[in-house]
Structure formats: C-alpha cells, structure tokens
C-alpha cells in the first residue's frame, strides 16, 4: 500500500453504527486508543444533494442537506483515521458520493452486512450478499475511481464455501480490506458469533480481514480485544455496541468509570455542536441498565445540550465553549466581506439561498421584484429553471430589463431557486427584496400585502410562493392544469421520501447549519 496510505493491518476500529458513529464518538474513540474509526452508515441517495462546507465556526468540514442538515461531519483529527461508510446499489451514484467526501477522509467503505429493512429494501446491505455481481461491479467502480483506499464490510452466508467464495471476489476487485461481521444476516447479537467462519475467511485471502461481533460474549474489556483476534485469526478488530456502551475499552488502562467517558463525550458534542437529540441518545446507550437513575431521568428529561450540560455538572464547560465559538463568529463576520456579483459570461451570479423564515409569510423577494418591474414600465421577469439530475436539484436565471440573474448555489425546488435568482436581482439592483426588519418601501402596499396574507394558500406559502406569482405564472403560460400537475408530483414527491425512510434521512438528531 502506498506511503500515506491508511493500513487496516493489525488495528482496533471503532465499528460504524447508525446514530452513534457521529463525530462525538468517534474523536472519543480515538483518544482512547482506537487506530480507525468508521463513520455511521449514510446513504448515497441523501449524501449525492449534499454540499461541502467549510464551518469556520467549528472548524470542521460539513456535507449539508438541501434542507440545512449536516449528514456528515468530519474535522481535521480524525481525517487521517476516518472511514466514511456508505449505504449504495449503485456503482455510479456510489462513486459520485464516494469522490464528495474522499479529501477529507481516510477511506471509503460499503455496507454489505445491515439487515435492516430500510437498507435490503433498495438492495443495499445485506441484500448485495446474494448478487456478487453487483457487489464486484460497485467495489471496482470505487476502486478504480478513487485515491483512497475502499473497503467494505460484509456477514457471513448459511455456506462456509460460499462465504469464502464471496470474499475471495471481493478481493480481486482491488480493496484494501474486508470486515466480516460472524452472523447470518437473519441472527441477532444474541446469537453466538461463528469465530470459524471468519477464521476460514482469514485463511483464505491475502488482505487483511477485519473481524467483528465478538462485543459482549468475547470482547468487554481491552485484553479481550487481542483474543478475539487470535479465535478468529483475523488481522485486525472491530468494536460496535462494547466500544458504544464505554469507549474507553480501546485503551490499555481501562474500563474507566462509564460516568467518566460519558462527561468526555459530552465535552466533545458541545465543542462541536452536536445535535441534542444525538447526545441524548449516545448518553442514554452508555447508561445502559441505569438509564432510569437520577442522572438517567435528568438526561432523558434535559431537551438542549445546555440541558445536558447542567445534568453533568459541566454549565461552566458549555459557557465557556458558547462564549469562544461566539467570539469566532463575531471576528469571522468583522473580517468577511460581503457576498460580490460575479458575471458568468451574460449572467450576473451571486452565492444567495432563499430562507423561507426570513420573510413574512406573505412576502417574497418575487413579489417585490414583479412589483418593481410593474412601476419601472418594463417587461415582467421571465424564469428559466433546470435541474440538476445527480440530486434534483435546481437553479433558475431570472431575465429583467433583458440582463440575467441567478444564485451560484442550487436549491430544493423549482420555486426556491426562482426566488434565489429574484434575490440577486433585487440585491444587484439596490432594491429592497421584503425581508422581516426591512423598512417598508413602499413597493408593495399595506392593501396588497393583507391581500396577499389572506389570500395566498397554506401550500404557496411553504414552497415560496404567493397568490400574485401564481396569477403571474398563468400570464407565462401555465395553466390550472399544469398548477394541478405540479401539485401532484410534489405529493408523490413527499411520498416518496417518507417510502425511502433510511436513518441518514430520517433521523431527527441531525445538526443544522
């Protein structure tokens, strides 16, 4: 393996978890001896909308969803240990994720072991363990399109040949290493891990196997790490619920006090804004059987970090963090420069995003910009909207007094991106664009705005709209049956995503921006 290079030979990894493999976890894992840690499975489909951003607050780096949540979260001290795993079927779109995140990971992972519904239903996880084809076709496609190593992690089949055959496909695919979970995708931690199966796997390659499932019944402390190793004869091990319940197992002096890691994990989700709801989970998997003590209740009760906090004893901790994150805003907001117009070839660009809170519920930046247009005796804006097919997304150039306007960043619909694109117009312009603290200008008048709040629709007002655009798209062309049709695949739209229900979707202990 190249110099550089993460090596998955003779190391102790912090196993991927939904909700705990955050960056809390994992930094926590780190300092207490673990040599890799992987990141909790994220799906492609989510992570293919996701922008990258540099949170100069944080000093992390963040993948944010159209909507403003943080999928993923990775800072400078884990960058060189961090695995991202993700959940695919899809050799393309895998790619296409896998190169988003690879400069600020150590190596790229495959879920091919989860047996949860929400992954086998879209033939990602353990459902690749009966279509080795697809499996082979994902892994070279990653292999072959990236400059970091790619792994992927796998359980074991009802035949200890064909788990040896698959493993030995994996191989020539090209991957750094191969973690082999000891169960059938039907068994549950409760059932025994097969130490054989993993053993004849180990035998049968020449990368190294990574075995895992050996918390509880074989691995609770550190010294049973490195009999694990020796039962199943792999190179390395993988730590999830013994690593979840005390992280402190990866260090040599442990078991510390369970109180003890959990104060150290509180301090890591405050420095880093972790959502509160994530907090609260890992806390509540470190109490285990406790969870209904005093200290229990008062986590499971505390609705905030700062909640969290006073329940530790650690308020002094989370002012002074508070205290110096907003001194980092302040000094970043006293140096940054105002967002500049950039022209792109005849169309003026600026970086803007249409907050829908930053408005009055009947006023939109497309409002005041048709209004504008009407009292200058000049043509109407004129809209042209693509989408991006990647993730759906959309931009939209905004045509007024025959000059182009639009956002350099994408938006979450068709409506959006038009008023993002109205929003550079209006700011290019030095025209007010309507946002709450704005003083009134007099452009739209107290008439027309109680108009527009009484007669404007529940469902304009959520995606951006008022009634006035509305009768404005009609003048364009639209017609109530096209209005119908869009109101019927945005439906089928919300459909969907809750049919596509994975937990890098629908957690809720997701941060935002």
């Not at 102790?12 to 909700?19: D, S």
């Not at 991106?417 to 200008?441: M, T």
Request: proline letters at 5%; glycine letters at 6%; one cysteine or more.
């Amino acid at each position: 393996m190249a110099a550089g290079r993460l090596s998955f030979s003779n190391i102790t990894a912090l196993a991927p978890m939904v909700r705990v493999g955050t960056l809390p976890m994992r930094l926590l894992a780190l300092d207490y001896g673990a040599d890799v840690v992987y990141c909790e499975e994220l799906i492609d489909i989510k992570m293919a909308q996701c922008h990258r951003v540099l949170n100069e607050v944080l000093q992390t780096v963040d993948f944010v969803a159209p909507d403003g949540r943080v999928m993923f979260r990775t800072c400078e001290n884990e960058k060189d240990r961090v695995v991202f795993q993700m959940g695919t079927s899809d050799p393309d779109r895998a790619l296409m994720v896998a190169q988003l995140v690879e400069k600020d990971v150590a190596a790229i992972d495959v879920n091919m072991g989860c047996p949860k519904e929400y992954s086998t239903k879209g033939g990602m996880g353990a459902a690749l363990l009966s279509d080795p084809e697809r499996i082979e076709a994902i892994l070279r496609t990653l292999v072959s399109g990236l400059s970091v190593p790619v792994t992927c992690k796998i359980r074991i089949l009802p035949s200890l040949q064909d788990t040896v055959d698959l493993v030995q496909r994996i191989e020539r695919t090209g991957v750094a290493a191969v973690a082999v979970h000891g169960r059938l995708k039907e068994e549950r931690p409760r059932h025994p891990v097969h130490c054989d199966y993993i053993q004849a796997v180990a035998r049968a390659v020449s990368i190294p196997v990574i075995a895992n499932g050996g918390s509880l019944d074989l691995v609770k402390t550190n010294a049973d790490i490195k009999e694990f190793r020796k039962a199943t004869g792999a190179s390395s091990v993988m730590l999830a619920r013994a690593a979840m319940w005390n992280a402190s197992v990866f260090s040599r002096h442990g078991p510390l006090p369970v109180e003890t890691v959990m104060e150290e994990y509180l301090k890591y989700a405050i420095r880093f804004d972790n959502h509160a709801f994530n907090t609260k989970y890992c806390l509540c998997q470190m109490l285990r059987d406790k969870v209904e003590s005093p200290l229990g209740k008062k986590v499971q009760a505390a609705q905030t970090n700062a909640d969290i906090s006073e329940a530790f004893g650690l308020q002094e901790f989370y002012r002074q963090t508070q205290e110096r994150l907003q001194t980092r805003r302040d000094a970043l907001q006293s140096t940054s420069q105002p967002d500049r117009p950039v022209m792109d070839g005849d169309v003026t660009s600026m970086a803007v995003k249409f907050e829908r809170r930053e408005y009055p519920p009947q006023i939109t930046p497309k409002m005041f910009l048709l209004e504008w247009s009407r009292k200058q005796k000049v043509e109407q804006p004129q809209y042209e909207t693509v989408q991006r097919s990647q993730d759906r997304a959309f931009q939209s150039v905004v045509t007024v007094a025959e000059k182009k306007y639009r956002s350099s960043l994408w938006e979450k619909s068709k409506k959006f991106a038009e008023q993002a694109a109205a929003i550079v117009c209006l700011r290019v312009l030095g025209i007010p664009e309507g946002r709450l603290g704005e003083e009134d200008s007099g452009l739209v008048c107290k008439r027309k705005r109680e108009g527009r709040m009484n007669g404007s629709t529940e469902e304009g007002r959520r995606n951006g709209s008022t009634e006035a655009e509305e009768e404005e798209g009609r003048r364009n062309g639209s017609t109530e049956a096209e209005e119908e049709e869009g109101r019927r695949k945005r439906h089928i739209s919300k459909g969907q995503q809750e049919v596509d229900g994975v937990p890098a979707a629908h957690s809720p202990d997701r941060p935002r921006t």
